[in-house]
């Protein structure tokens, strides 16, 4: 069954999104949080401290709200073993539908180094990929190895499809 859900508002929380991305990049606080066991066993790959920044990046800046399915309706209440698995929920506008990716399965397809070179490569609406772009190499490195410890988990989100094509999943539409 093919949903819609209209959404005259988006601009307005994608703003709100985009400056919480922002915010989260540009603070130098850290936040304590549980270390949970996958931080701990990917030690050898990074350091812990950089682990927890990277999760601490991922739940402050919006990247569960889209790319982990549920994330924000239920107001972070996901288990952190399904965050960053991508969503099957799309988002149309003038440029056709994009789904978030599976960041899970993304992250063990690319080196660190081609991490940096994507990160900041610009991406189709409405992901905020200048967000990534302004952030240091260091806060990309540590959102790739916290991503890269939680393991391939998920399937790959839907493709792409262009303006006016039919999709089968739900979307969430921005007027355009």
Known sequence: MKKHILCGSAAIVLTGLTAAMFSAAATQTREQVPQPASIASAAPVADVAALQRGRYLVRT?????????GYAASAGGVAESLWLTGDSTGW????????????RLFMQSVTAEQWLVVARQPARPPMP??????MTDQD????YHYVRSLGPAGEHAPPYSPPGEPTQNPVIRIPG
Do not use: E, K, M, V
């Open 61 to 69: 800046s919006g990247c569960n709200d889209c790319h982990t399915p």
């Open 92 to 103: 149309q506008g003038p440029w056709g539908t994009t789904y978030p990716i599976n960041l």
């Open 129 to 134: 990929w200048f967000a990534l772009r302004d």
């Open 140 to 143: 990309l490195l540590a959102l």
